[in-house]
């Protein structure tokens, strides 16, 4: 289908974040509203490349699924737009009780701060899986049966990027790796525009996990994606001139997990994920990223070389006692970057942090009551309307919580 460049004023647009924001419980945009904001946001993704070029300082924030109180928390914590750069990592819907009311925000935010909120794609930006995990449900309990709302928003969900570099040195997806994939350029040449494929480079890319048990690729229990260890990490790293990867589609208890001393980082930004797990969550602050390499310098040059302490000490979140250790970074200059105590804790690099917060008291009323103040309640919805039983209760009835699980 064909796009028609057009514009929403920006008072329009004003007046949805009025609606959204400042009312309680928030206001549903118009069917019609939806529509227009997908179609400018069409038009203008048409020309932005799979793998986007950001740069820092910028805050990363992983999966909200539907868990609009605990985004706007977020927006509490790390500053709002366009105050702060992010960069959402995906999983935008599903699961929880506003997915409309978050990727409504999103969209807003997005046209209306273009330079400042960047959306990649995840795996349940997806017609099959928004179908069968919440959004579409929701879409109907929201607007008298119409899934209107969800085809106009899942038919953006095809036009998102599915990648983004910080600085040129981190890599940013959804997901993971993949064994179809080692130059950054096979990801910039995928035909996106279309539903996630079951296998190759775009599924593997919101589909797969990092594993600290493997080196090579495994077969991943999600049945979708890859299970991809250390020696993989290293040579994609050193293959595409890479420092890390920042990825989020893992529950992580803490809100954060790091792997092979931070070369890989999930961040996991819905707390209390499902009304039911008790978790924390975070959002991945990056201050810079000047380093590029780990290798030390040469005597010769070590003597002569100096210490750079974060320039950023009026951060609050920072410990400022800083600690020399193993893992130093070192600029093309030879100059050494050592990390502070709480970075080598949370195992990020130098000019990182994870902001670590709890869920909202509204995560909490819905946690008790079972119910949005929307209306949409799952127990009467969802598993009502769907074949499939849900997977992620059952999955916890079954098994005792360990750091970081597996599921959709």
């Known amino acids: 289908m064909m796009t028609v460049p057009f514009s929403i004023p920006t008072s329009d647009l004003d007046y949805?974040?009025?609606?959204?924001?400042?009312?309680?419980?928030?206001?549903?945009?118009?069917?019609?509203?939806?529509?227009?904001?997908?179609?400018?946001?069409?038009?203008?993704?048409?020309?932005?490349?799979?793998?986007?070029?950001?740069?820092?300082?910028?805050?990363?924030?992983?999966?909200?699924?539907?868990?609009?109180?605990?985004?706007?928390?977020?927006?509490?914590?790390?500053?709002?737009?366009?105050?702060?750069?992010?960069?959402?990592?995906?999983?935008?819907?599903?699961?929880?009780?506003?997915?409309v009311e978050t990727i409504s925000l999103l969209l807003v935010l997005k046209i209306r701060y273009p330079n400042r909120i960047s959306l990649i794609r995840g795996n349940h930006e997806s017609r099959t899986i928004t179908t069968n995990y919440g959004f579409y449900t929701e879409v109907l309990n929201k607007y008298n049966g119409s899934a209107d709302v969800w085809t106009y928003i899942t038919d953006l969900f095809d036009y998102l990027p599915l990648g983004a570099t910080v600085d040129g040195t981190i890599f940013a997806c959804h997901g993971g790796l993949s064994p179809s994939c080692q130059q950054l350029d096979q990801i910039r040449a995928v035909d996106r525009f279309r539903e996630i494929p079951h296998d190759g480079i775009m599924a593997d890319l919101v589909w797969s996990d990092p594993d600290v048990e493997i080196l090579d690729f495994k077969l991943s229990p999600r049945g979708a994606g890859y299970l991809f260890g250390s020696d993989i990490m290293?040579?994609?790293?050193?293959?595409?001139?890479?420092?890390?990867?920042?990825?989020?589609?893992?529950?992580?208890?803490?809100?954060?997990?790091?792997?092979?001393?931070?070369?890989?980082?999930?961040?996991w930004s819905a707390p209390n994920y499902c009304y039911r797990c008790g978790n924390k969550a975070s959002v991945l602050e990056i201050l810079h990223s000047n380093y590029d390499t780990k290798e030390k310098p040469t005597s010769s040059s070590s003597s002569s070389s100096m210490t750079r302490n974060n320039n950023n000490n009026n951060n609050n979140h920072h410990d400022p006692e800083?600690?020399?250790?193993?893992?130093?970074?070192?600029?093309?200059?030879?100059?050494?970057?050592?990390?502070?105590?709480?970075?080598?804790?949370?195992?990020?690099?130098p000019g990182q942090f994870f902001n670590v917060f709890e869920a909202s008291r509204e995560n909490d009323e819905d946690t008790v009551n079972g119910k949005s103040v929307n209306g949409l309640n799952f127990s009467d919805g969802l598993e009502s309307t769907s074949n499939n039983y849900d997977f992620f209760a059952a999955y916890f009835q079954e098994k005792p919580k360990r750091h970081v699980e597996y599921f959709l």
């Open 16 to 99: 949805c974040l009025e609606q959204l924001l400042e009312h309680k419980p928030p206001k549903i945009l118009p069917p019609e509203t939806i529509h227009q904001l997908c179609h400018l946001l069409k038009t203008q993704l048409l020309s932005v490349p799979n793998i986007i070029s950001l740069q820092s300082p910028i805050s990363v924030v992983g999966d909200i699924h539907g868990q609009y109180h605990d985004l706007l928390e977020i927006f509490k914590i790390g500053g709002s737009p366009p105050n702060t750069n992010y960069l959402f990592l995906g999983d935008y819907v599903d699961r929880g009780y506003y997915s």
């Open 234 to 267: 290293d040579k994609f790293c050193h293959d595409n001139s890479l420092v890390q990867m920042i990825r989020a589609h893992q529950l992580c208890n803490e809100g954060y997990t790091s792997y092979w001393k931070g070369k890989c980082l999930t961040v």
């Open 322 to 349: 800083e600690e020399s250790n193993d893992d130093s970074f070192y600029d093309r200059n030879n100059l050494r970057f050592d990390k502070t105590k709480s970075q080598i804790e949370q195992g990020v690099l």
